[in-house]
């Protein structure tokens, strides 16, 4: 189901493009920081009221991305679709019973930005929708009695930001806000849990222009 839905996804984002006059192609390459606020600790009690673990984040560390763009003009302005294969981890620290540990989590999306801007010369402003799509998980998580992961195939958020173009490179610096809470991917013996209010991110990106 998730291929089918990303080819009609990126399809239907590229099909305004046939109409312009000036069309460019590209290939970026970048990293973010993930940013949390009010992060919580979960503490799990069995039915009798003894604390069994905790589990709150560590740290959410930077992730990467790599994929390619299309920059359309109209003057001055610039509709610029996305497809970038995004790779983040995070660290969770848990607490039982038996001493401490540090689980990890990567996790895999194709974000596709639909960004439009205005063109000043070296300088660009820019702003539109992300469409987060869920590829693929490998977490320590797991290993845990009780705990499961259920991530949405589609996650929605927004970016803006500044774009640099010198010659056929450009530096893009964004910040992007979410839709949804960090961690609601998460059960735990069937009971549903959030470890953060929305998660956001600041994205650096390098490109190139074919």
């Known amino acids: 189901m998730r291929q089918p839905f990303i080819l009609v996804l990126s399809g239907l984002l590229l099909l305004p493009m046939s109409g312009f006059a000036q069309l460019k192609a590209g290939i970026k390459i970048g990293f973010n920081s993930t940013q949390l606020t009010n992060s919580k600790e979960i503490q799990y009690q069995d ?14 560390k930077y992730g990467f991305h790599l994929g390619a763009y299309l920059k359309g003009y109209i003057g001055k302005f610039f ?14 620290d848990f607490s039982s019973s ?9 996790y895999q999306y194709l974000d596709i930005p639909f960004m439009l801007g205005l063109d000043m010369g070296i300088l ?3 702003a539109g929708p992300v469409g987060h799509v869920f590829i693929n998980s490998s977490s320590e998580l ?7 992961e259920k991530w949405d195939d589609l996650l929605w958020g927004w970016q803006a930001g500044i774009g640099f173009d010198i010659w ?8 992007e806000g979410n839709f ?10 069937e009971d549903h849990y959030t470890l953060s209010n929305h998660p956001s991110r600041i994205i650096t990106s390098l490109g190139f222009v074919f």
């Open 98 to 106: 038996l001493p401490d540990r540090v689980l990890s989590e990567t």
């Open 180 to 189: 949804y809470r960090y961690g609601d991917h998460l059960t735990i013996f």
């Open 124 to 126: 660009n402003i820019q």
């Open 47 to 60: 039915p009798q009221g003894i604390e069994d673990f905790s589990l709150r984040i560590k740290e959410a």
């Open 168 to 175: 056929k490179f450009n530096l893009d610096l964004r910040y």
């Open 142 to 148: 797991s290993s845990v009695a009780g705990i499961k």
């Open 79 to 92: 509709i610029q679709p996305e497809a970038l294969l995004n790779s983040n981890t995070t660290t969770y």
